[in-house]
């Protein structure tokens, strides 16, 4: 792509949001988005329908965020890496995130998704996804959905708006927890083994709950309420 970076109206972070854009891009039915009230509360948890497939956190950006995504420490190089999605829209990291949550659980997808059908027709050396045509691939998906990063129920900034939050992802692969952000240069970041199997889900995961505390401990004092988790687990309805 040429030209001015291309930018979207930053996606609210509210279940219902993320369950209608993930229904729009084929997730099936039976899973959504769901509030994620505790990592560590059994009884808060016990709210959450299992298992929970992904995690999304939001978090307010700062300085050390910023330099520390380049951080090239417990990056895992490997055909067996999740896939991951290098961030080329300004403000899409919602987006970005739906993707990796998606992606990495293709069996929750319907058939004629077209999120599906493209990763089946261009596998990725590594699952790496950046440059054209993803970039193309991706933008069009913001463009069909532009009514969808309008939902919410807050005022959405303009979409050249700096905005100080940002969306990372965690899911499960293989026996091993990721973390996925689409604006750090080396792909995904291996978290560790899971100490739980894929039918229990992330939910209870000491290795996610100890880096959302890192991000936590990191936020600036005045944004340490900034902060809000969405699982992707089967539908309430």
């Known amino acids: 792509m040429s ?14 949001v993320f369950s209608d854009f993930a229904h729009g891009l084929g997730l099936d039915n039976s899973y959504g988005f769901v509030d994620i009230y505790s990592l560590t509360d059994p009884d808060l948890m016990a709210f959450t329908p299992a298992p929970v497939k992904a995690l999304i956190l939001l978090f307010p950006l700062n ?10 420490s417990a990056t895992e190089e490997s ?9 080329s829209i300004k403000n899409a990291c919602g987006l970005y995130a739906l993707l990796h949550s998606l992606s990495n659980n293709s069996q929750l997808l319907q058939k004629e998704s077209k999120l599906l059908q493209y990763l089946q027709l261009h596998p ?7 440059d054209n ?12 959905n532009a009514d969808r990063f309008q939902s919410g129920q807050s005022r959405a900034p303009d979409a050249d708006e700096d905005v100080n939050l940002h969306f990372v992802t965690f899911v499960e692969k293989d026996g091993k927890i990721y973390e996925l952000d689409g604006r750090r240069p080396q792909g995904a970041r291996l978290l ?15 290795l996610v709950s100890d880096r959302v505390q890192w991000y936590m401990d990191k936020a600036d004092e005045k944004n340490k309420l900034h902060f809000n988790l969405l699982g992707l687990a089967p539908s309430l309805d």
Do not use: C, H, M
Request: negative net charge; charged residues 30%; without cysteine.
């Open 79 to 87: 055909q067996d890496e999740p896939v991951w999605f290098r961030q």
């Open 124 to 130: 990725s050396s590594g699952n790496r996804y950046a």
């Open 192 to 206: 560790g083994n899971a100490s739980k199997s894929p039918d229990e889900g992330l939910l209870g995961e000491k």
């Open 133 to 144: 045509p993803t970039d193309e691939f991706v933008l069009s998906i913001s463009e069909t």
């Open 3 to 16: 030209g001015q970076e291309p930018s979207v109206v930053p996606l609210e972070s509210n279940p219902e």
């Open 63 to 72: 300085d050390f965020f910023e330099t520390s995504k380049d951080d090239a």
